[in-house]
């Protein structure tokens, strides 16, 4: 059984025990993991997707530790947090990611490794350095990291400008097994960076795969290039990529219009600043009839209300509901503006009448999560204090169905978090000092729940 030597292994963090001790504490043979399970593939076969529950595909299961290979490092996350791409997993759409798996196991014999009867989810971790393998020379045991999820190896030509372009390129924990949401996780080490000293183990671990996605899509020189003064439409702005989104155009000077479906929601937002909020549920916008066809003079209504809002149409839309509002995106995109897109989490065919693009000179650009320099700068910010955790609440590993059941059917805001290793919230914390001068931004940004 693991429970003794991984009781140990979390004493020694939890009272910063010095590396060589934590290196020299004996691993368990196997720990606790959130899986689902393949055997459950067609679990949900014929039924719609808002049947399809996550509490009955994600389990808790006792299953071996990974193994380590060259340039990887064994990882003991002390939290997580759900992504969206575990609400996919644990409903096997829009494909199994068992297929990803079986596809990494053909590769090679490292590949070969991942593909198991069960998949070990999440892509987010503050965690702690247990073992590094051959090869790894900026890590080491002890060291405290957080975890940014794209895992690449960079053996071709088409990655060495920006790793996303490779052609190899996975989200670690959703197209790799040994993801986070369990007692010892698997990493590159190229996915590691320091976590930052003002956070606790579950705010740290709340920012990864949101905060980058949302940091390449305005910031970084791949996708929007948001300048000062513009403005951006954010669909979701107080979910996870949308939380994140609306601080990084506070943070740099542009100006948010931020949509989401509730007053509460609404309120949350101009505590942290934001002057321009839309209630899509008060407005009761119907941008498609009963049949599916869409109507563009609710869409229309939609644009009036930014101008009356902030007197132009926005420089950017920062897009990713797809179907229900890509159509609605396109229109009121300013002329020669920018829809930056990285989801279709209501449908991913999507339909747009092209005129309003082509003849008013609009793009739009696909972006999808972030390189490791990306990452490492919105990591950067954080640790300066200038970007905040949006955590509402965190719950134990053993809960991690009704975590995504919460994500899955819109009913939480922020981040939820996950507790691996961290008895309890607020544990973690290196520098007080810091946190003091940050706390009234802390917990504005956290109050986002
Ligand atoms: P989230 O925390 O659930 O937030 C999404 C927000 O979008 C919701 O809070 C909701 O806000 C809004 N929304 C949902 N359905 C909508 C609809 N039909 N119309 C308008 N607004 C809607 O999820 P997230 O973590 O931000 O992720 C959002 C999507 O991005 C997911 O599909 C996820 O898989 C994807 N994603 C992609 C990448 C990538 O690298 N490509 C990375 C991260 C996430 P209101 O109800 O308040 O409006």
């Known amino acids: 059984m693991s429970a003794a030597p991984m009781d140990a292994i979390r004493t020694a963090i939890l009272e910063d025990a010095p590396g060589e001790v934590i290196a020299g504490l004996p691993l368990p043979d196997s720990m606790r993991a959130a899986v689902v399970r393949k055997d459950d593939e067609h679990l949900f076969d014929g039924l719609a997707d808002k049947d399809k529950d996550p509490r009955r595909s994600l389990h808790i299961d006792e299953v071996p530790l990974p193994p380590l290979g060259p340039n990887e490092v064994l990882i003991a996350p002390m939290a997580s947090a759900i992504n969206y791409n575990t609400v996919w997993t644990a409903l096997f759409e829009p494909v199994s990611t068992f297929r990803f798996l079986e596809r990494f196991g053909k590769e090679s014999e490292l590949g070969a490794r991942h593909d198991l009867p069960y998949h070990v989810v999440g892509s987010d971790a503050a965690a702690v350095v247990l073992r590094t393998g051959p090869g790894v020379t900026q890590w080491k045991p002890g060291d405290r ?15 060495h400008e920006d790793s996303m372009l490779d052609p190899s390129q996975r989200i670690w924990g959703f197209e790799t097994n040994f993801g986070s949401l369990a007692d010892v996780s698997m990493v590159k080490a190229n996915q590691l960076m320091p976590m930052p000293t003002h ?19 305005l910031v970084g020189s791949n996708a929007a290039q948001m ?3 513009d403005i951006v439409l954010i669909w ?10 609306t601080q990084f155009v506070l943070n740099g000077g542009g100006i948010p219009v931020c949509v989401v479906s509730s007053e509460e929601k609404a309120e949350l ?42 007197g132009q149409d926005p420089d950017i839309v920062f897009e990713h509901p797809g179907r229900t509002t890509f159509g609605a995106s396109v229109l009121v995109c300013k002329r020669g503006g920018t829809i930056v897109t990285c989801a279709s989490t209501s449908g991913y065919l999507h339909e747009y009448d092209n005129r309003h693009l082509w003849m ?10 972030a390189n490791y320099s990306e990452a490492w700068q919105a990591n950067r910010l954080v640790d300066l204090g200038m970007i905040h955790p949006i955590l509402s609440e965190t719950r134990p590993l053993e809960e991690v169905g009704e975590a995504a059941y919460q994500v899955h059917h819109n009913l939480h805001t922020g981040k939820l978090g996950i507790l691996v290793g961290a008895p309890e919230d607020g544990l973690g914390v290196r520098d007080e000092v810091k946190r003091a001068k940050h706390a009234e931004q802390i917990a504005v940004f956290r109050s986002i729940s």
């Open 199 to 217: 956070l606790s183990w579950e705010e740290a671990a709340s920012l990864g795969l949101v905060m980058a996605t949302s940091y390449r899509m």
């Open 360 to 369: 008013r000179l609009k793009r739009i650009l696909g972006s999808h999560f």
């Open 145 to 159: 990291v957080t975890v940014h999820c794209n895992y690449v190896d960079l053996e071709q030509p088409e990655g």
């Open 236 to 245: 979701g702005a107080s979910g996870g990529i949308g939380g994140f989104a």
């Open 269 to 310: 937002l101009r505590r942290t600043g934001v002057e321009h909020v839309i209630d899509r549920k008060a407005e009761d916008y119907q941008f498609h009839d009963e049949n599916g066809a869409p109507d563009y003079s609710e869409m229309r209504r939609f644009g009036k209300k930014i101008r009356e809002l902030v």
């Open 227 to 229: 300048k000062q003064g």
